[in-house]
């Protein structure tokens, strides 16, 4: 049915339960869209129980796309740390937004994401929330920044990050000669004093604070990475 819509721009198929059978069947009609006066642009693939391995051999494809998407969301399914290298593949494409948010990233997921950007991105938005990367989420972020001039928006909530990933996200920021306009870090439960509040008023955009920090009252919350 697909093939019968050639001025698609737009796929959303999430909460589908199509799997990875599913996913590799469409990789040859995503092919075909990027040849078409109006390639596909937005593909939305939420919460599809897709694995690792089906995830990256679509990122390997859509990696290669002669007219790469603008726009790609693969959340909420757990793919783990070994689908990182693929996602390196896609940000190196034409890709401005990204949605990896709940993806089961993790500590090293984010480690090989931190080291295998190493050239100027097109990046504007991405999502990474809820992957439980703890302090290498900063640490990726702060990379980050460096290498996407036209970055606009991340949220990072629900990581595990600890206090001291501030400091390093306010560093990046000081390096970074981005557009950033906000990055969420709620859900993040985090301890901190008057002192940290004060140390990231002076990152602001058109007088609204960069940084969304988690509210005070979360200190006594019991972690949860599924709001």
Known sequence: MLYHMPNLECLDISDNFI?????????????EAS??????????????????????QLLDT??????????????DNNLGSQVATA???????????LNIGGIGLGLSGFQVLQEGITA??????????????????????????????EL?????????MPLESLTILCSGLKTAKGHLKRLDLTGNIWDYQPSHV????????????????????TS????????
């Not at 799997?19 to 092919?31: K, M, N, Q, W």
């Not at 896609?90 to 401005?96: E, K, P, W, Y």
């Not at 006594?220 to 709001?227: A, G, I």
């Open 19 to 31: 799997e990875d059978a599913g996913i590799r069947s469409l990789i040859p009609y995503f092919v």
């Open 35 to 56: 040849e078409r006066r109006n390639p596909l642009s937005k593909l939305i693939l939420e919460n599809c129980e897709f694995s690792c391995n089906g995830v990256t």
């Open 62 to 75: 859509l990696s290669t796309l002669r007219r790469p998407l603008k726009f790609l969301s693969v959340a």
């Open 87 to 97: 996602i390196i593949k896609i940000l190196g494409t034409s890709i401005q937004v």
């Open 120 to 149: 100027e991105l097109k990046l504007v938005e991405i999502n990474i929330s809820k992957n439980r990367g703890g302090i290498e989420t900063a640490k990726f972020l702060s990379k980050l920044m460096s290498l996407a001039p």
């Open 152 to 160: 606009t928006e991340v949220n990072a909530a629900y990581n595990l």
């Open 198 to 217: 004060s140390m990231v008023a002076e990152f602001q955009h058109n007088g609204r604070p960069i940084l969304i920090l988690p509210s005070l009252q």
């Open 220 to 227: 006594d919350v019991p972690y949860d990475d599924d709001p």
